[in-house]
């Protein structure tokens, strides 16, 4: 587990302007002098910003991982060790959807790496630790259960995150979240809480969501999303009597993009989709994440209910070409 030290270089531009005050007011004088030190000098210096985070080595020849706000519009990006070597980190690539950013530094010798395990077997009341590297004096670790797992938050449409009581906070916040046989199921993400502090309400993005986003972003340095073409809506008990479902499950197609994937495929308004790709879909949010690590251009079975009865379709997943902006599109 390291510390990550970002720099940002701000232009004159970018510098705090004065505020608005009435005319004639006797603080007038004094915030004329103050911001006129302040910006006076070279138009062409720049002012530098410096932050914290954590991180975690995910492989011994120098690949980093934390979350991207970490080092979002860094201009300079150190990765220190606990035995107080620095180096230079390179970014390979970000997602800014599901926080995750990819760094490359260049030790002279194999460096110690985590192992991820598998999430999915990850179970409720199960031990965790919870590690991080707060401001560059070392470890801090904390211990607690899994208090429940997949949690939306509604920070992204793909949502899916362990919650944790072991204390994730300033310190150990982007770090690797540990089950009991030493193995990483999340990244320690962000908290519930009121005050800053931890109260026993926090999130970790799962090893299986971000392993194959690693991945990508290694291989090509940036994400491609799988996309269908369809508008969903949840699917409540109102809506489930009035399609003869027995309980009330699934996603319901609104509305079908004109000659989108779906559409090519025989998708119809109106249809609830209960499986994709092998993947159950008990509730609408569980489709967007399922679509969109499905691989492109590779043809799908999707089951889905229409008129009452199971009909059996197949979508070729195309990729998703721009971000989507609404959170009820695939």
Do not use: C
């Amino acid at each position: 587990v390291v510390n990550i030290s970002t720099t940002q270089n701000l232009n004159p531009s970018q510098q705090v302007p004065m505020p608005q005050l009435p005319p004639g007011s006797p603080f007038e004088e004094f915030f004329d002098e103050f911001f006129k030190n302040k910006n006076d000098g070279d138009p062409k210096r720049q002012r530098k910003v410096s932050s914290l985070g954590s991180g975690f080595v995910i492989d011994s020849s120098g690949i980093v991982i934390t979350n991207n706000h970490v080092i979002a519009e860094a201009d300079e990006i150190i990765v220190n060790f606990a035995d107080g070597t620095k180096l230079k980190a390179e970014l390979i690539g970000r997602d800014e959807k599901v926080d995750l950013a990819v760094l490359r530094v260049k030790p002279k010798t194999p460096l110690k790496a985590v192992n991820f395990g598998d999430s999915d077997k990850t179970r409720v009341g199960e031990w965790v630790m919870a590690i991080g590297n707060p401001f560059g004096l070392g470890g801090s670790v904390t211990v607690g259960v899994v208090s429940a797992r997949n949690r939306n938050i509604e920070s992204s449409l793909y949502d899916d995150f362990i919650q944790t009581d072991a204390a994730i906070n300033r310190g150990n916040s982007r770090g690797p979240l540990f089950n009991m046989q030493g193995a990483a199921i999340g990244i320690n993400t962000a908290i519930f809480s009121q005050t800053g502090g931890s109260i026993g309400i926090g999130f970790a993005i799962p090893a299986n969501t971000v392993l194959p986003l690693i991945k990508q972003l290694r291989e090509t340095g940036e994400i491609q999303r799988g996309w269908i073409g369809v508008s969903i809506q949840p699917v409540d008990d109102q809506i489930a009597e009035s399609l003869g479902l027995p309980a009330a499950r699934g996603a319901l197609i609104a509305a079908v993009n004109d000659n989108g994937p779906a559409m090519k495929g025989g998708m119809l308004a109106g249809d609830v989709v209960i499986r994709f790709n092998g993947q159950e879909v008990r509730e609408m949010r569980n489709l967007p994440r399922i679509v969109a690590g499905s691989e492109i251009g590779k043809t799908v079975d999707v089951v889905v209910i229409r008129k009452g009865k199971e009909v059996t379709l197949k979508l070729e997943v195309a990729k998703l070409a721009e971000p989507d902006k609404k959170p009820n599109r695939q």
